[in-house]
């Protein structure tokens, strides 16, 4: 039986590669001619619903640990600069008291 896949040229002599929609992005199962192709973001082929629900759940994992990393590390420096800042502040003898409360004017 003859392969149907589609191949495209690279622009190298002998070079072809195979088309991004010939199998899944996950499990790499063949993706017929004559089934559904499910995308996601744009030009990401999965031969199901599951294998792309599958690949949404590893990126959000993955953005939400990379959110995580982020926020934990932007905060160790925003503290270390919040203590570079009072520590200049104490050396300068600008150590100023500050009020907060909520002030009404009428």
């Known amino acids: ?3 149907t896949a589609a191949y495209y040229y690279t622009g ?3 070079d072809y590669q195979p088309h991004f929609l010939d199998s ?3 499990c790499r199962r ?3 001619q004559n089934s559904d192709i499910f995308m996601y973001r744009g030009n990401t082929p999965f031969c199901s619903q599951e ?3 599958e690949q949404i759940e590893m990126d959000e994992a993955l953005e939400k640990k990379w959110k995580l990393s982020s926020s934990s590390s932007s905060s160790s420096k925003r503290s270390s600069a919040v203590r570079q800042s009072s520590d200049s502040a104490k050396e300068s003898g600008m150590n100023k008291a500050v009020r907060t409360g909520t002030v009404a004017v009428i």
């Open 12 to 14: 190298c002599e002998d």
């Open 30 to 32: 063949s993706l017929n």
């Open 51 to 53: 294998c792309r629900q």
């Open 1 to 3: 039986m003859a392969s």
């Open 24 to 26: 899944c992005s996950l």
